[in-house]
């Protein structure tokens, strides 16, 4: 999915095209993955705000007054709810702390299984120690990394309502992390 | 930032707009974007849900917006550990009230009068319950995930915006 394909699948969902919502969801999924593992939330709540910001996005599809900008609507309403039930966690048990809770999931995917066969070791330990840097970077890094580095790429406008910051601040904060994690790596020798 | 050097030393691979810095920097968050999809993808039964959610999607009804919430909006009452959620949507002159809690479901419809509720849990329908002439309801308490109701009032069809109770 190309991002400026956005509107005209949403015109079509819309319209009862069903092969246009896969594609949304497929486009526009992992981005709102990010944004839930962003937050911190532990899995399930994770799993239960990808479900409602979906759910919504159903409920109001032809109702949406800029369909180009759903994705920028997608992530805003999961940021939302993933504050929402932050504030509750914090509220009712606040020795909670979601982002313990909060571990790569150990479900194995396909990709996964490939990497780990005998020649790929390497290539599967230099991803495995890439991410175990990217998850030690301070909270404000891995956030909007977390974002940035959804597949297919979000854009500016989707990340800024993904967290809740202004679009000219992305650019320079972006340069600022990936500068620091690649000086973790360098200092590991995992370059 | 720090005033260390970057140690961006691979030779001078510039191009387009990119600096040598950026370039590289686009590079490392590729291969992270790559390492995400390898160990932290959407997970593919939440996918799946999302694929048929299509089936949520109804030109038919109206939505009740979330106009209160006491998640959000109320003041936490000192002592109470666990406090019903209450909730209010409203679409255009009907307003619903919902309380929630481990006991179950109750609320009132307004303007009273009878109407028939679909408490749905995703796609499908997980119970149906009956507004009474004034419009009160009671109900099980929904399971666990996100939660809409469907209130069919006479000729008007309203759903509730989908939350997570």
Avoid: N
């Avoid at chain 1, 079509?12 to 992992?30: E, F, M, N, Q, T």
């Avoid at chain 1, 479900?107 to 996964?112: I, L, N, Q």
């Avoid at chain 2, 106009?67 to 679409?91: C, N």
């Amino acid at each position: 999915m190309d991002r400026g394909d956005v509107g005209e699948l949403v015109l079509s969902a819309a319209d009862g095209d069903a092969a246009a919502w896969k594609a949304l969801v497929d486009g526009l999924g992992p981005l709102v993955w990010s944004v839930v593992r962003a937050h911190g939330l532990s899995d399930a709540d994770a799993h239960e705000v990808y479900q409602t910001a979906w759910f919504r996005f159903a409920q109001h599809l032809g109702r949406i007054r800029e369909p180009e900008k759903a994705g920028s609507w997608l992530a805003s309403t999961a940021r939302h709810e993933c504050l929402k039930l932050l504030r509750a966690a914090r509220r009712w048990t606040p020795t909670d702390d979601p982002q313990l809770l909060d571990r790569v999931s150990e479900d194995r995917t396909p990709e996964e299984s490939v990497l780990d066969s005998e020649e790929a070791a390497a290539q599967t330990e230099r991803v495995r120690r890439l991410w175990q840097e990217f998850e030690e970077l301070g909270e404000r890094c891995r956030q909007l990394l977390r974002v940035l580095i959804a597949s297919p790429p979000p854009s500016y406008q989707e990340v800024s309502a993904a967290l809740g910051i202004a679009v000219g601040s992305i650019g320079p904060t972006r340069q600022r992390c990936l500068r620091r994690l690649r000086a973790r790596l360098e200092a590991r020798g995992t370059t | 930032m720090s005033g260390t050097h970057d140690g961006f030393d691979d030779d001078a691979f510039v191009e387009g707009e990119f600096t040598e810095g950026e370039w590289d920097t686009a590079l490392l968050e590729e291969e992270l974007r790559q390492a995400a999809a390898i160990l932290d993808p959407v997970p593919a039964g939440l996918r799946q849900i999302a694929v048929e959610a299509y089936a949520l999607h109804d030109l038919d009804a109206r939505v009740a917006e979330l106009t209160f919430d006491s998640l959000v909006d109320a003041i936490p009452v000192r002592g109470e550990t666990d406090p019903p959620r209450m909730l209010t949507f409203r679409a255009g002159e009907v307003t619903v009230d919902v309380e929630v809690s481990a006991e179950g479901l109750m609320g009132q419809v307004l303007p009273p009068g009878p109407a028939r509720i679909d408490v749905l849990s995703g796609p499908r329908a997980h119970a149906r319950i009956q507004a009474d002439d004034m419009g009160r309801f009671t109900g099980d308490a929904p399971p666990a995930g996100p939660f809409a109701l469907r209130l069919r009032t006479g000729e008007d069809l309203v759903v509730t915006e989908w939350l997570r109770a």
